[in-house]
């Protein structure tokens, strides 16, 4: 079935560093693919999402571009804030198939 | 956000009592999930209904047992649970299950099982 693989961390950084989180899928269909946050105490928010190959999501500075080439869509922001500090899901959905997320990477930004 | 609700936001219980916890969505999805999130473990999907059928039990014990009475709202209900079952669960909707719907997610009831 399809996975979902992601850098698990902590990662941890200064404020307005730049930020990459890798996520790597596989998928015998066409998935769409999501990013999700969730911070301390909540549920997961849908972050940013892209439906084809190519398309980049994009939301509060986040940035990901979906990449059939190399099956990657990396999570990406110029400049983190404290507030950005929460666990990222890469995850994706395909036809037939439950939900798939990956393990989740633990982000803390310190000022 | 709120488009999906779940109560209560916290709960203790002892292994003995039963109690149960709601999701509602206000989305017009007809596809909703239980999760389970434990402490340093993937995310568990746990059941699925689509248009109020079950249509996925991931090997999850009996002391669980899901309810869905219309496609806005899922209970779980508990029944003589473990300490091991401390943990928080997430409930979500989707406009169908298994295509390439996006997933909402509710803020999760935080349980503790004594």
């Known amino acids: 079935g399809d996975s979902v693989t992601q850098m698990e961390g902590p990662v941890t950084l200064s404020e307005e560093a730049f930020l990459t989180i890798n996520c790597t899928y596989t998928?015998?269909?066409?998935?769409?693919l999501f990013w999700y946050v969730q911070y301390p105490g909540e549920g997961l928010q849908l972050l940013l999402k892209?439906?084809?190959?190519?398309d980049k999501g994009s939301n509060k500075g986040f940035e990901a571009t979906y990449r059939k080439e190399t099956t990657s869509f990396h999570l990406e922001k110029g400049s983190v804030q404290v507030s950005d500090s929460a666990v990222y899901f890469c995850?994706?959905?395909?036809?037939?198939?439950?939900?798939?997320f990956g393990p989740g990477t633990r982000l803390s930004v310190l000022p | 956000e709120t488009g999906v609700t779940q109560t209560p936001r916290h709960l203790v219980m002892g292994m003995t009592n039963k109690k149960s916890l709601k999701c509602e969505q206000h989305?017009?999805?007809?596809?909703m999930y239980w999760y389970k999130q434990s402490a340093k473990k993937p995310l568990e999907l746990m059941f699925v209904?689509?248009?109020?059928?079950?249509?996925e039990n991931n090997s999850v014990p009996s002391r669980f047992s899901p309810e869905c009475p219309n496609s806005s709202h899922l209970f779980l209900h508990l029944h003589t649970l473990q300490p091991e079952d401390s943990a928080l669960y997430l409930c979500?909707?989707?406009?169908?299950?298994?295509?390439?719907?996006?997933?909402?997610f509710g803020p999760g009831t935080r349980l503790t099982v004594l």
């Open positions: 892209a439906t084809k190959a190519d």
């Open positions: 989305l017009g999805h007809n596809a």
């Open positions: 998928a015998t269909g066409y998935p769409s």
């Open positions: 979500a909707s989707s406009q169908e299950s298994k295509n390439t719907d996006t997933q909402y």
């Open positions: 209904y689509n248009f109020k059928e079950q249509t």
């Open positions: 995850a994706l959905s395909d036809f037939g198939q439950n939900f798939v």
